[in-house]
Structure formats: C-alpha cells, structure tokens
C-alpha cells in the first residue's frame, strides 16, 4: 500500500487518492468481527456534515474504542466525504474498478506486451461506444446528472429562499436552515461541493434571481 501511494503521488501529481469503503470494512469486519461497527464506519465515511461524521465515530467509540482507534490510524481525508480534498462525487467503492477488472479476465494469461494492447483496445472500444451514445444527447449533462437536477428542483420548491449578500443565501425548510454561497458553490447541507451539481437549496436560492442551474454544475 505504502508503495502504491508513492507510485500515485508521482505519476499524478496533484491527484487526491481515495481508499474504496467496502474494502476497508471488509479488513474491519475480519479484525473485529462486527457487523453493526462496519455499518457505523460507513455512516462516518458517507456523512456530508461535519457534525454527522462526528456523531458516528463517537458512537464507533462508545462500542468499541480499539475500532475506534484502528480507523484513526487511516488518514480520514482518504475515506471520509467530508474530509476529502478532491471530488469524488459520493462514489466511496471501487466498484466501477472491479468491473473493469472483470472484462480483463480472460487476458491475465496473455504476455505482457498483448496484455497491455488487449486493455487498450477495451478502454478503446468503451470510449467509442460513449462517445456515440453522447452524441445523440440534446441535454447539457448526461441523462443522470439531468435526473438528479430535476430532483433538486423539486426539493428546492419546497423551500424558502432568503438573500444574505450578494452570492450568500439561507434557505429555509420546515426542519433546516441551510446556508448557501453560489461563488464558492458549497451549501451547508454538503451535497452542492459533494456531487459538483447544485442540491435543491442552491437551487431555491438561484431562482430568487433566475441564475441558470447550468453554470453551477461543476465542469
Ligand atoms: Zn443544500
């Protein structure tokens, strides 16, 4: 592991690494045998607020303090949404990864060389094929990012804006009152810098002044 960081770190600079959630509770699971602490170390490693991630690993601690104790060994911006530097989109397993590692099968036996060429052509043909299918959108995102805007619309008509400066807003619900800034495009609720598309606050706030939804998703 400790060699595969430096190797990550050079070959691309600047990157963010992240450990795949799943693989981690499975390591946690085998060392402690508890399935109820791998669901808690989920909640913390999922948790969009601050205060949600805290909640967790305390009550990780009140169960099991060694468990405690072995997760703060990982370094928390390599698993925690919250703590993490780059954007990883609320994606906390490598499950992508592993179907790739599935299509490549059959190939594990060939010489290098044709092992190298093989994984090409695949990226290649997967590209293509992509490639293709964006072609015939007419939508400014992808078919699952319009999905989830739309959802956002919906919550944020629900909701009651108020202007604080010029790009600062609160937004009111029954239950919350959430704080938005569009420049730096956070909202207190975490989903807005989390999934780089704005959550159904930001969306409230930017219909007091019909902002186009568009131009703060991320690029
Ligand atoms: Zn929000």
Same mark, same amino acid.
């Given at each position: 592991?400790?060699?595969?960081?430096?190797?990550?770190?050079?070959?691309?600079?600047?990157?963010?690494?992240?450990?795949?959630?799943?693989?981690?509770?499975?390591?946690?699971?085998?060392?402690?045998?508890?399935?109820?602490?791998?669901? #808690?170390?989920? =909640? +913390?490693?999922?948790? $969009?607020?601050? /205060?949600?991630?805290?909640?967790?690993?305390? !009550?990780?601690?009140?169960?099991?303090?060694?468990?405690?104790?072995?997760?703060?060994?990982?370094?928390?911006?390599?698993?925690?949404?919250?703590?993490?530097?780059?954007?990883?989109?609320?994606?906390?397993?490598?499950?992508?990864?592993?179907?790739?590692?599935?299509?490549?099968?059959?190939?594990?036996?060939?010489?290098?060389?044709?092992?190298?060429?093989?994984?090409?052509?695949?990226?290649?043909?997967?590209?293509?094929?992509?490639?293709?299918?964006?072609?015939?959108?007419?939508?400014? #995102?992808?078919? =699952? +990012?319009?999905?989830? $805007?739309?959802? /956002?619309?919906?919550?944020?008509?629900?909701? !009651?804006?108020?202007?604080?400066?010029?790009?600062?807003?609160?937004?009111?619900?029954?239950?919350?009152?959430?704080?938005?800034?569009?420049?730096?495009?956070?909202?207190?609720?975490?989903?807005?810098?989390?999934?780089?598309?704005?959550?159904?606050?930001?969306?409230?706030?930017?219909?007091?002044?019909?902002?186009?939804?568009?131009?703060?998703?991320?690029?």
């Amino acid at each position: 592991m400790k060699g595969l960081l430096r190797v990550v770190a050079e070959a691309l600079p600047g990157s963010y690494h992240s450990y795949g959630i799943r693989h981690l509770n499975a390591n946690l699971l085998k060392t402690f045998k508890s399935q109820k602490l791998c669901k #808690l170390f989920s =909640r +913390a490693a999922y948790a $969009l607020r601050e /205060s949600d991630h805290k909640e967790a690993m305390e !009550l990780i601690k009140a169960k099991n303090e060694k468990v405690e104790k072995w997760i703060s060994e990982i370094p928390k911006e390599n698993w925690a949404n919250v703590h993490f530097k780059g954007a990883r989109w609320n994606v906390l397993t490598t499950n992508a990864a592993e179907c790739f590692n599935n299509v490549l099968k059959d190939a594990r036996e060939l010489p290098i060389a044709a092992l190298v060429d093989h994984t090409r052509w695949k990226v290649q043909d997967f590209f293509q094929f992509r490639r293709k299918a964006g072609a015939t959108w007419k939508t400014h #995102l992808t078919h =699952r +990012a319009e999905k989830w $805007l739309d959802r /956002s619309c919906s919550f944020g008509s629900k909701f !009651l804006p108020r202007t604080c400066s010029w790009n600062e807003y609160e937004v009111l619900s029954s239950t919350h009152t959430n704080s938005v800034d569009l420049e730096k495009k956070t909202c207190m609720c975490g989903l807005f810098q989390t999934m780089g598309l704005p959550c159904g606050h930001a969306i409230a706030a930017m219909g007091l002044n019909k902002l186009d939804r568009y131009k703060y998703c991320q690029d």
